[in-house]
């Protein structure tokens, strides 16, 4: 859905946000943040890499919050699931339109958790 401007397109996308623990359940094992941006990069061609400090089960861990302007969520989806499986992850955060989702090992969605 493009916008004309004089001499100029602005292309508007939808934003999905993913939040990605950087810890392992049960496990002292980190995540190095390398293997995150590299995972995303074989799908995703642009995106933007925040740093944050997530709250997973009341424990403090680092999280990675990865923004992507796409105009395909199954996509984002898919990246997401991706991302869980290869971090061994219980699950990942995705947040589409203001809603979030917790893309779980059970690979269906669980809203609002």
Do not use: W
Request: hydrophobic share 40%; charged share 20%; aromatic share 6%.
């Amino acid at each position: 859905m493009p916008i004309q401007h004089v001499n100029e397109v602005v292309v508007m996308l939808p934003v999905h946000k993913l939040y990605v623990g950087l810890s392992r359940p049960d496990s002292h094992i980190k995540i190095n943040p390398d293997d995150v941006v590299s995972a995303v990069a074989e799908r995703i061609e642009s995106f933007t890499i925040s740093d944050a400090q997530g709250y997973f089960r009341g424990v403090p861990e680092h999280t990675l919050v990865i923004t992507i302007a796409h105009d395909d969520r199954y996509l984002v989806e898919n990246v997401a699931q991706d991302l869980r499986a290869r971090l061994q992850q219980e699950g990942v955060g995705l947040e589409c339109d203001g809603v979030y989702t917790r893309i779980t090992s059970a690979e269906v969605p669980v809203s609002g958790v």
